[in-house]
């Protein structure tokens, strides 16, 4: 158990719920003593005896602060009425209140349960979304902070910004103090040795970019100033997760040497805890680093065509928005118009967490949405198990009231109850909350950005006290209703009789259809995204993956300073894992499928039939991936025509093979022909060998960039994701180690990653989709729960009352048949008008999903129809119960206990 | 018994474990927390609101004082003259009531 986190949390439900609870003058007085008091008292009892310390103490102190005394004597013991005779005293009316609760113990302990689930999964929601979306980023004054991503005219989001605009930025505008350009890689982190090698991210940023973030050490220096002393060691920053990690959490790590890509570093620091800096790549998803390092590039060389870093800007003090917007645009006119012929390149500036979250907001935004919506279930729900209540006791209050407590004290009476089972529901919301916000962030880990600096947070507590107040008042509404409307007069007749009024059943039957109606929206909901999902699922990532695996390689550092070296010994390990027995091919690759990362190339066809003329039109940009031979075959790419491409070989002049895909081929080759066709790239020259069908590489969901496969020895890769073909009835953990043992037979500082099957990345491409799936479906479920348990309600309530009718109707010789049907018409129409109710405010969300969805529309008629039909079922579920109960009233009896 | 400190009896557990705690030394809230806790075991700790309101009481009665010690946020309490009749008293009270028990083969 995590002592120090124990105590925040008691410390928190301590400062925000309990200790407000003490009478002010107490407060005033005392509280900084009983502050003090009661932390020793936790952490004692958290350190002696763990949670159960923690439970006793919290109870204790709640039980304190709400006013039960030392024990029982006090009671009983001498001094004068505490009440002023039969007025409002809320002392004595909170006990009352308290006790009357007590003896309910069955409605209670669910109300409170119920409520706590309900309030603990808002909050956690709420404090999870809130956390992503609107806290600030962990920078120095984030606000001033902007991403800068430089589009093409084409259909291009988030292109990379040239070295040349970073510097052109800083020279030739005052408004912002500073701008840095970044990168993010891949490196091989090993012991000083050469040993335990580990495939690490990283973060690349010009020279001071950890000032322009505002970022501070947890602990070391941080880099030296740029270039003093001159021949000093490159210096890394290390990040705290891979310090606990890689080094032990070792104190002395600060100031030693580590080997990345085979060449020391010295360690100048280690990164603040959940400081997860993210850098989106131009396509793909953010990624962050665990080792931060100062880019080793003179930036004022840069090709201005070439596009290479994220560029950051930190907007100068006193520059509002749009005069940083205004100067950047005038710096990316001048790029344009100098450089591009003026076609529309564009350097835009986007808030760095509106830039982070972009993705994150519509799920995170329905997932709020979706809780909010269970909690106003859970709402009318109470609301109706408090209105029968106030139903019951209308005997006893309709007496108060006779007696003159007026009707101030029936409305006290009405909402003490809900208010005490709410505090009690939320102090049980915050430990769900607790549990469930830590397990929610390790959901969303790798879906979600920000995950790391999620916790139990005072978000989650003012989530909690949101949800609880919201719950309370719905609660409240109920028996408030029934308080304010009940006649004082008549109250004592009519609780004379067994059952309720006719305005409470009304009230009662508004409310279940109310709760029917949200349940039916959250049901439409859940539906769609399964329906999406589906959709999802059978769509066709572009190749068939099989049983193959895949694990990556790095070859870095002084052995593989040479191209030639590194094609030899990526070609030996792929022989060597070829000769692996049980393993039928092998090949390797620079990028995966649905790696959502490859570079592009500007690639022409000349003389395809597809080519229009205009040469800005027939340019077009490529993803290419260079592949080994075995590569295509290996990973299930599916081949529409020729063969792969042969390596080029090491002294090769004039065009190397290529393959294209069937977008290539669709446009530029409509009518076939393609294979023999030339492809250009800048300089180089290559002849097309074939045509596969394209893998996806960005989403399993949609058509791409054309793409081309080129030899590996054409421009080789320093890392390569290896795909190897297991016999049928082998399993990866029988392959893992051999395949491992291959590779370190070649080289053993070679680092191999997490050995997984290639089809796994099909499965996490949609993990996004899984996780919203998942708690859309979770809180469907328990609204269907809540909307039957209230139907189930009414409808018993409504039996009962009807007892002396339905026996009479038996009496005359209505059969059982007529008496159900008599009891399901009455529920039918509340499932109606919740239907209609659910099906409108559907209508009404669903647009709000619609970016949720893919292939099927928020008013997919499936999904509404058996949505209905659920809602429905569990209606008619939950009402047969009770109707059942009734065909066996005995008449004489019925009649007799009038 | 003396007739001052009539009124104040009987005393409530809490405010007994108090004057207890505050007979041989001053002592702190916490302190008088874990000094109740020592000679009864858990069972009957008050928790901090309980205390302090008793605190209150007790000091507006005149049954404690504060001491002159201080340390950071903590206040020290010491028993006064008054605290210390009422606290035996109540002590020969609950003593009586024992042996009336034991006569009566209650206990």
Do not use: C
């Amino acid at each position: 158990m995590n002592d120090s986190r124990a105590v925040r949390w008691g410390w928190v439900v301590y400062r925000r719920l309990l200790a407000p609870l003490q009478p002010g003058a107490l407060r005033t007085r005392y509280g900084e003593a009983m502050d003090a008091a009661f932390r020793e008292h936790l952490v004692d009892a958290v350190a002696r005896r763990g949670w159960i310390g923690w439970t006793a103490v919290m109870i204790r102190t709640a039980r304190g602060a709400l006013g039960a005394r030392f024990d029982g004597t006090t009671a009983r013991r001498s001094g004068g009425p505490r009440t002023g005779g039969g007025g409002v005293d809320a002392t004595s009316e909170v006990r009352q209140a308290v006790r009357r609760l007590g003896r309910s113990p069955g409605f209670t302990v669910v109300a409170v349960a119920t409520l706590a689930l309900g309030v603990g999964a808002f909050a956690s929601v709420f404090g999870v979304a809130s956390g992503i979306l609107v806290a600030p980023l962990p920078y120095d004054e984030p606000h001033e902070l902007v991403w800068l991503w430089r589009d093409y005219w084409g259909d291009f989001p988030r292109g990379w910004l040239s070295g040349a605009d970073i510097v052109r930025l800083r020279n030739e505008t005052e408004a912002f103090d500073d701008v840095a350009a970044f990168r993010t890689a891949r490196v091989t982190l090993t012991d000083q040795d050469g040993s335990a090698p580990r495939e690490v991210g990283a973060v690349l940023g010009s020279p001071g970019f950890v000032e322009l973030l505002g970022v501070r050490p947890e602990r070391g220096p941080g880099f030296s100033p740029v270039d003093f002393p001159p021949d000093a060691p490159d210096e890394v920053l290390v990040s705290h997760a891979l310090w606990e990690a890689a080094f032990g959490a070792d104190p002395d790590l600060v100031g030693r040497d580590v080997q990345v890509n085979g060449t020391p570093y010295r360690v100048v620091g280690v990164l603040p805890d959940q400081m997860d800096f993210q850098v989106h790549s131009s396509l793909g998803s953010p990624r962050g680093g665990d080792l931060w390092f100062v880019l080793d590039v003179d930036l004022t060389t840069a090709n201005v065509y070439s596009g290479q870093y994220a560029g950051l800007a930190r907007i100068a003090d006193g520059v509002g928005r749009p005069e940083a917007d205004a100067a950047l645009a005038r710096v990316s006119d001048a790029v344009d118009g100098e450089h591009f012929q003026s076609r529309g390149l564009r350097i835009w500036p986007v808030d760095l967490k509106d830039d982070l979250v972009a993705e994150a907001r519509a799920p995170l935004g329905a997932l709020v949405g979706a809780a909010a919506l269970l909690l106003l279930i859970l709402g009318a729900n109470l609301a109706t198990l408090f209105l029968t209540r106030t139903e019951d006791r209308l005997r006893e209050t309709s007496l108060r009231s006779a007696l003159g407590a007026g009707r101030r004290a029936l409305v006290l009476t009405a909402l003490l109850e809900p208010a005490l089972v709410a505090l009690a529901g939320l102090a049980g919301g915050l430990l769900v909350a607790a549990w469930a916000t830590p397990v929610l962030a390790r959901m969303g880990r790798g879906v979600l950005p920000r995950t790391a600096e999620l916790g139990f947070d005072p978000r989650v507590v003012a989530g909690a006290g949101l949800a609880a107040l919201l719950v309370a008042a719905l609660a409240a509404t109920g028996p408030l209703f029934r308080g304010l409307t009940a006649d004082p007069g008549r109250g004592l007749g009519e609780g004379g009789r067994s059952g309720s009024s006719r305005g409470a059943v009304r009230t009662r039957s508004a409310l279940v259809a109310t709760q029917m109606a949200l349940a039916l929206a959250l049901v439409v909901g859940a539906g769609l995204l399964t329906r999406s999902l589906q959709e999802l699922l059978v769509q066709d990532p572009g190749f068939d993956p099989g049983s193959a695996l895949t694990f990556r390689v790095s070859f870095r550092g002084p052995g593989y300073a040479e191209d030639g070296t590194v094609v030899a010994a990526q070609e030996a390990v792929r022989q060597a894992l070829t000769g692996v027995p049980g393993v039928v091919s092998a090949g390797h690759v620079g990028s995966l499928p649905l790696s959502q990362e490859t570079d592009q190339w500007g690639v022409r066809f000349p003389g395809a039939p597809g080519n229009t003329g205009d040469p800005e039109v027939d340019g077009e940009l490529a993803d290419v991936f260079n592949v080994s031979p075995g590569y295509l075959e290996t990973a299930g790419f599916r081949f529409l025509e020729g063969r792969a491409p042969r390596p080029s070989g090491p002294d090769a002049v004039g065009p190397y093979e290529v393959v294209i895909d069937d977008v290539f081929a669709r446009r530029f080759f409509p009518d076939g022909g393609a294979l023999g066709a030339l492809m250009t790239a800048d300089t180089d020259t290559a002849t097309i060998v074939g045509v596969v069908d394209q893998a996806r590489l960005y989403a399993v969901e949609h058509d791409d960039r054309g793409q081309a496969y080129i030899p590996s020895d054409v421009d080789p890769r320093s890392s390569v994701s290896f795909v190897v073909l297991p016999n049928r009835g082998v399993t990866p953990d029988d392959l893992a180690g051999s395949l491992r043992a291959a590779v370190h037979a070649f080289d053993a500082s070679l680092p191999v990653d997490d050995i997984r099957p290639l089809g796994a990345d099909v499965g996490s491409a949609l993990a996004p989709d899984r996780l919203n799936l998942g708690l859309a479906a979770t809180f469907a479920l328990a609204a269907l729960i809540l909307a039957g348990l209230g139907i189930y309600g009414v409808v018993a309530g409504a039996v009962t009352r009807r007892r002396r009718e339905i026996g009479v109707r038996m009496a005359m010789g209505a059969d059982a048949r007529q008496v159900v049907a008599m009891i399901l018409g009455r529920s039918a129409r509340l499932t109606l008008a919740g239907t209609l109710g659910g099906l409108l405010l559907a209508a009404a969300l669903g647009r709000w999903l619609s970016s949720l969805l893919f292939g099927v529309t928020p008013f997919d008629p499936v999904t509404w129809g058996l949505a209905t039909l659920t809602l429905g079922l569990f209606a008619l579920a939950a009402s047969w119960l009770p109707a059942h109960r009734a065909t066996r009233i005995a008449p004489r009896e019925a009649l007799q206990r009038e | 018994m003396s007739s001052d400190v009539e009124p104040f009896l009987p005393l409530r557990p809490v405010e007994f474990h108090v004057l207890l705690s505050l007979v041989n030394e001053e002592r702190h809230g916490y302190g008088i927390m874990q000094d109740a806790e020592a000679r009864t075991g858990s069972a009957v700790i008050p928790d901090v609101a309980t205390l302090y309101r008793a605190l209150h009481r007790m000091s507006e009665a005149g049954l404690i004082e504060p001491a002159d010690r201080k340390e950071g946020r903590r206040s020290y309490y010491r028993i006064t003259a008054l605290g210390r009749r009422v606290a035996r008293a109540e002590a020969s009270r609950l003593d009586a009531l024992l042996a009336a028990a034991r006569s009566g083969g209650l206990l």
